[in-house]
């Protein structure tokens, strides 16, 4: 495979562009990489978050009988597993991290320039459709010396705005017709907090989720957290309208309003389990979180709806981010060899092959397990939209309750997560929004103006 030149990932223009072009994926179907081995592996793989549904499970487990039954000589373990910035490190040092995990797209360059990723670039050019990749996509996986250590893989997802049908309809609220401005956003929460007694609107503010969302909110309003300079150093700007904008709304929604769920322990997980539970009615959060909430949540499709993240002012964006396949520092060959098969297996050939589509779906369909909850391309919206063509018998989500997200889905324009430290940005945020939620006379340009000073000096260091 020929280098690859790598670059910063700023996902924006170049990613919207490649989400609506289409690759040449070729006519022939791609075969699984590689060929059999004489020896027996065992290949440990990332399952499922803990806590999650058991016939969720039983799907997984399935789909691992079918490569075994594919790979004789592959025995597949699989391992609960949940991605967390704060505890990645020390779960690598500890051993207790499988073969095959998975890991955020803006984390990647991070942890390949910490050597925490395995050099997969050889058994990744035996894929047939290793040129087929949505290459600013593929670049967040590559290190500077042009080669592949993660492979995009699961979902690539823009950020939406998801909400409870059932809770827009005691408010009197139109489930059908869900807000598609801030200032509507804000008069739903309060309409539903009012006629319920449940807080209308919902925010992440930990574990760094809360400096995301924020981040997200701060794209939709046509703000920056960070410029990109023309020397190569980034500039810190946190301090822009956009986020202020943001938390001014957080802040009026606490204070004014009482309309928000004011817990500063919220993160992805227990964000979606409160949804789950009915004590919320809007959150922010990316378009494929569905699959999740029922997996692990047991959310049925009658309470559920999805929306697109209003978009307001120039330069307003949807921040778009994703879930890459990597293989564990410490692997062998033969394990990075059996892992490359996993991961063509698990996550590419449904994309990219009619039968394997066919036949994942049918295997999450009989265990109740959601078949085709919006998400955007790795390769093309060309092939895309024909793999959902041939698995429309089995798409069980429910399509008409997600309109509002998915008849703007790749017209919206897309912005990528920040550059550089990235976590530590987030980190730095969510500080601010839980004083926010805590203080009713915090000083949001002050907070803003001491995280932009802590932040600017981690660029500074490179």
Same mark, same amino acid.
């Given at each position: 495979m020929s280098a690859r030149k790598?670059?910063?990932?700023?996902?924006? =223009? $170049?990613l919207a562009l490649g989400l609506l072009t289409a690759c040449s994926t070729g006519d022939e179907d791609p075969a699984p990489a590689g060929g059999g081995e004489d020896e027996k592996t065992t290949l440990s793989v990332v399952s499922l978050i803990p806590g999650s549904e058991q016939e969720a499970f039983d799907a997984f487990d399935e789909r691992g009988a079918q490569f075994e039954d594919l790979y004789p000589n592959i025995d597949v373990e699989p391992q609960e597993y949940e991605w967390r910035a704060t505890t990645f490190a020390a779960q690598l040092a500890g051993g207790t991290l499988p073969d095959v995990y998975e890991i955020p797209?803006?984390?990647a360059k991070t942890l390949i320039e910490n050597g925490q990723l395995a050099d997969i670039d050889a058994q990744f050019s035996g894929l047939d459709f290793a040129d087929d990749f949505n290459e600013t996509l593929l670049e967040a996986g590559m290190g500077e010396?042009?080669?592949v250590y993660a492979i995009p893989a699961?979902?690539?997802? =823009? $950020?939406?705005?998801?909400?409870n049908r059932e809770l827009f309809e005691q408010a009197g609220l139109d489930p059908d017709d869900p807000p598609t401005t801030w200032d509507e956003v804000r008069a739903a929460a309060k309409a539903i907090?009012?006629?319920?007694g449940v807080a209308g609107y919902a925010t992440m503010a930990a574990s760094n989720t809360g400096g995301w969302q924020l981040t997200a909110a701060t794209y939709s309003r046509g703000g920056r957290v960070q410029q990109a300079n023309e020397d190569g150093s980034y500039t810190a700007t946190l301090d822009n309208d956009g986020t202020v904008g943001a938390l001014e709304f957080l802040q009026a929604l606490r204070w004014e309003d009482d309309s928000i769920l004011a817990d500063t322990t919220l993160?992805?997980?227990t964000i979606n389990q409160a949804f789950a539970a009915g004590q919320l009615g809007m959150y922010t959060t990316g378009s494929d979180v569905y699959t999740s909430l029922v997996e692990t949540n047991g959310v049925t499709a009658d309470m559920y709806g999805l929306t697109a993240i209003p978009v307001?002012?120039?330069d307003a964006g949807v921040l778009v981010g994703g879930t890459l396949a990597a293989v564990n520092a410490k692997a062998d060959e033969a394990t990075k060899d059996a892992a490359m098969k996993w991961i063509d297996f698990f996550y590419l050939s449904k994309l990219l092959d009619e039968e394997q589509a066919v036949a994942d779906a049918e295997v999450r369909f009989d265990n109740g397990q959601t078949v085709g909850t919006p998400v955007l391309p790795i390769f093309s919206r060309d092939q895309y939209e024909l793999s959902l063509e041939w698995v429309?018998?089995?798409v069980n989500v429910p399509l008409d309750q997600m309109a509002g997200y998915t008849e703007v889905m790749f017209d919206q324009p897309v912005v990528g997560e920040p550059s550089r430290s990235t976590q530590e940005t987030y980190g730095a945020l969510d500080v601010v929004v839980q004083a926010v939620l805590t203080d009713e006379g915090a000083d949001i340009p002050a907070l803003l103006d001491d995280a932009n000073t802590q932040v600017q000096a981690l660029l500074d260091e490179g």
């Open positions: 790598t670059t910063a990932m700023t996902l924006s =223009g $170049v797209l803006t984390d010396d042009g080669k699961k979902s690539i997802y =823009g $950020v939406a705005l998801h909400y907090k009012d006629a319920t993160d992805w997980s307001e002012g120039d429309a018998d089995y």
